[in-house]
């Protein structure tokens, strides 16, 4: 069984406050809250090849049965209520003199359901618009096991195919900026998890507790960095980069001193939520927005993030046991019986 890493929560926790504030009003220049989203890319690159590799290395095959089952009930429930949650809220918006949320909601719902956000039209507004992410890191999912799996032997080879994939997809895109941060953020974890699986001798230096500490100071500096030389990408690349080594030795050493900030029990518990969280914060936002403006408040943002986080915790928390675990708890169940673990054995 995989053993799990309470840091990574504990990261995940701080990087969904970060995009909190990416979505908050009158939030200052000086915090820029788009690099959450490049860290959670990074995460997810590494997490899904490391250990699809690792289970690969013992004599066994990749069970993308098994992988595909897992990883539908980990998302599609919580997401598909989300695209409902959304659906009441145009209504109600609709009701209450504002048609065009409706409208918008309907034009972007055809790429929310399919997981294809980062491609909607301007008529479908900013509905739901943080599901680009999603749309970028599902077809992440879909597509790199299938690879390794046909390529096991040569990982190596199957990022090439993947990088010429990625760069058919970016031309595509004329090089839109949500095309290039996802898919060269998961790349970076992606190609540091194939690296160290091919170079075991690194995994030593990844277990040196300074090297967490020297990544989290290059994060550091990269953000410095962004505010005093802003340019398009370069830096959400850049903590891309470094939040994969980060991540890499967060795996590696869970008793150096950054793994232990992160692993602190209330970081590491929120860092739980942070699927629901990501997928509801916006909704949250909006709500407290129209709650301090029928209160007559001064909204500031610090008044919106001290009642928003919160909220979206508690929110989250809600959906967390009633929908989120549950679900996943079946789809390790179903993933486990006999008719998604014939001919294969490995544990995804």
Request: charged share 15%.
């Amino acid at each position: 069984m995989v053993k799990y890493r309470n840091a990574l929560d504990g990261l995940r926790a701080i990087c969904i406050i970060f995009t909190i504030f990416n979505h908050i009003s009158f939030v200052p220049s000086y915090i820029d809250g788009s690099f959450g989203v490049d860290i959670f890319f990074a995460l997810s690159g590494w997490l899904i090849t490391w250990l699809l590799l690792r289970d690969s290395s013992q004599d066994q095959k990749i069970n993308l049965k098994s992988f595909y089952i897992r990883r539908f009930f980990r998302i599609v429930p919580l997401y598909a209520f989300t695209i409902f949650i959304y659906f009441c809220a145009s209504e109600l918006l609709a009701r209450i003199g504002q048609p065009e949320k409706q409208h918008e909601f309907f034009n972007a719902l055809p790429y929310i359901a399919s997981f294809n956000s980062e491609f909607r039209p301007v008529e479908a507004g900013n509905s739901f618009l943080h599901a680009w992410t999603l749309g970028i890191e599902e077809k992440f999912y879909i597509i790199w096991p299938c690879i390794l799996f046909f390529l096991l032997k040569k990982p190596l080879w199957a990022f090439t195919i993947s990088a010429l994939i990625i760069g058919g997809l970016l031309f595509a895109s004329n090089g839109e900026s949500f095309f290039v941060r996802g898919y060269f953020g998961l790349a970076f974890g992606a190609l540091l998890a194939i690296i160290v699986k091919n170079k075991p001798h690194l995994i030593d230096i990844f277990k040196k507790s300074e090297i967490a500490s020297i990544c989290v100071g290059l994060m550091v500096l990269t953000y410095i960095a962004s505010l005093i030389f802003p340019m398009v990408n370069i830096w959400n690349l850049a903590m891309s980069f470094c939040g994969a080594g980060l991540v890499a030795s967060l795996w590696f050493n869970e008793d150096s001193p950054t793994s232990r900030i992160l692993s602190f029990s209330p970081l590491a518990w929120a860092g739980k939520l942070t699927f629901a969280i990501y997928l509801t914060h916006v909704l949250v936002l909006n709500a407290v927005e129209i709650g301090i403006d029928k209160l007559g408040l001064e909204n500031s943002m610090m008044l919106e993030f001290t009642l928003a986080y919160p909220l979206s915790i508690a929110f989250a928390y809600i959906l967390h046991i009633t929908i989120e675990k549950p679900c996943i708890t079946m789809g390790r169940k179903i993933a486990s019986g006999p008719i998604f673990q014939a001919g294969f054995s490995p544990r995804i």
